[in-house]
């Protein structure tokens, strides 16, 4: 008799090994291997020819089809798709438990331009906790029919019976298949699933949209195992205590993965922010030291975010950093330029750096800032109210060009804003008039003079 063949499949990104490993080396995380049976399956793509000769042809040939595209009614997410939904593909939206992903898509049940029904099936809530919360969010659609299943044999059925325009899986983690041993929410299981939806859909030309959670934990596979299937991956990220969402593309087969969409989780379900650098820099003071507003680019769009420093003397020997929507490295990195480029001496202070509304900023363009808004803590002086720092920053303390400045400069005209620190170099390039008073800055210390900290 033939040894059944087992393999070692780690559960966070499902890299397969024929011995049990402590650590994956793919991923990184620790003990997260699981053994599983092999299990081989027959098709697991779009197999055209059914055992036919194949007869390879000239692209040129063929005739590409128009893509047809749904409204969502939310413009936030349209935008991030590219237009629209896609009739006939398959997005995946992931997320933390708990962020709102069921709370989008059933909004999205509900206000979807196009006939016919949609068939949302949940294997985590029950009909009468949908019920309630379609209640809450004002929901009292006919269109809408549910079922409670996780077997995806009987799932496919009911979608082939009922022949909807849009389906929801919620959550891929929760579903199992017949065919496969291994427990639900395991890699093979979402993997299979997820094959056996898209051929049923596909064949159908059924929009489908699959939820997947992503736990830090890593004790089910997320689905990051599944991005290399789908036509779409979106992501909803937030922080648990704000209430602001983003949405974000991660893969696109219908448009760019630049953009995000932003939304608010509201007590009516999410609502989409239209102006979101007026609601982010809405709350600020009247002028204290250790603020300023920087534009930064979340995909081809400026957010106006505002950056808060605080520095206060270092009661014990060694001084600390601990910045909050910054890289920490990028922030020592920067207090280093400060001290040996522009004489601040921070050694004896402890230095705290805050990216309001739980946003994080990752680039560059944001360094003259952040040096800015500690410099301005330290010296108890505040930077003017109406001014935005731009400006990536060098070892030397030279501060460098950086890209798409005429977006976040109209961004910042548009919220009122009457002058600008921009880098020398980009202010050359500036083809447009504004409105601003735009100051061109070549080192840090030119910057500390302009703002009056030096
Ligand atoms: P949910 O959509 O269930 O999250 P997920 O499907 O991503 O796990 O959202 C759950 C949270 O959203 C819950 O903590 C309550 C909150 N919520 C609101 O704030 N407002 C609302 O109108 C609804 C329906 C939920
Ligand atoms: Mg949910």
């Avoid at 939904?85 to 709102?100: A, C, D, H, Q, T």
Wanted: aromatic share 6%.
């Amino acid at each position: 008799m033939a040894k059944s063949k087992t393999v070692f499949v780690c559960s966070e990104c499902g890299y397969e090994s024929g011995k049990w490993l402590g650590k994956c080396p793919a991923c990184n995380s620790w003990n997260s291997f699981y053994e599983q049976k092999v299990v081989e399956t027959k098709n697991n793509g779009f197999s055209q020819s059914n055992g036919k000769v194949v007869n390879p042809q000239s692209l040129n040939s063929y005739e590409a089809k128009e893509t047809i595209r749904t409204h969502t009614g939310f413009n936030e997410l349209d935008r991030v798709l590219g237009g629209g939904l896609v009739k006939g593909s398959l997005v995946l939206l992931g997320g933390e438990p708990g962020i709102g992903k069921s709370t989008l898509i059933l909004q999205i049940c509900d206000k979807i331009k196009d006939d016919g029904k949609v068939l949302y099936v949940s294997g985590e809530e029950s009909a009468e906790q949908i019920k309630l919360r379609a209640d809450r969010l004002g929901i009292n659609n006919e269109d809408i029919l549910f079922l409670g299943e996780t077997n995806i044999e009987l799932v496919n059925q009911a979608i082939l019976n009922v022949n909807p325009k849009l389906v929801i899986i919620d959550s891929i983690q929760t579903m199992f298949s017949e065919e496969i041993t291994a427990a639900a929410g395991s890699v093979s299981q979402v993997r299979e699933i997820t094959s056996q939806v898209m051929r049923v859909c596909k064949s159908k030309g059924i929009t489908t949209i699959i939820i997947g959670h992503v736990t830090k934990e890593g004790n089910i596979a997320g689905p990051r195992v599944l991005e290399h299937m789908v036509d779409t991956v979106l992501y909803l990220e937030g922080e648990r205590y704000f209430s602001y969402r983003i949405l974000r593309g991660v893969k696109n087969r219908f448009g760019s993965t630049n953009e995000i969409g932003m939304f608010e989780m509201q007590d009516k379900g999410m609502c989409e922010i239209t102006n979101p650098s007026d609601i982010l820099i809405s709350e600020r003071d009247d002028n204290p030291a250790g603020s300023c507003v920087i534009a930064t680019m979340e995909g081809t769009r400026p957010l106006l975010v505002e950056l808060q420093a605080l520095t206060s003397q270092t009661v014990f020997g060694y001084p600390r950093r601990a910045a909050n929507g910054i890289d920490y490295n990028r922030l020592t990195l920067l207090i280093a330029v400060l001290e040996k480029k522009a004489g601040m001496m921070l050694n004896s202070q402890d230095v705290y750096l805050n990216v309001v509304s739980g946003l994080k900023v990752n680039e560059p363009a944001a360094d003259l800032g952040i040096m800015m808004v500690t410099a301005s803590s330290f010296k108890n002086v505040p930077i003017p109210k109406d001014m935005i720092i731009l400006g990536e920053v060098g070892l030397t303390g030279e501060v460098r060009r950086i890209n798409l400045i005429e977006k976040r400069l109209k961004e910042a005209e548009k919220l009122g804003f009457k002058s600008c620190l921009i880098p020398e170099s980009n202010k050359k390039d500036l083809k447009d008039n504004y409105k601003l008073d735009i100051i061109g800055i070549r080192n840090v210390n030119e910057a500390m003079k302009k703002i009056g900290l030096k």
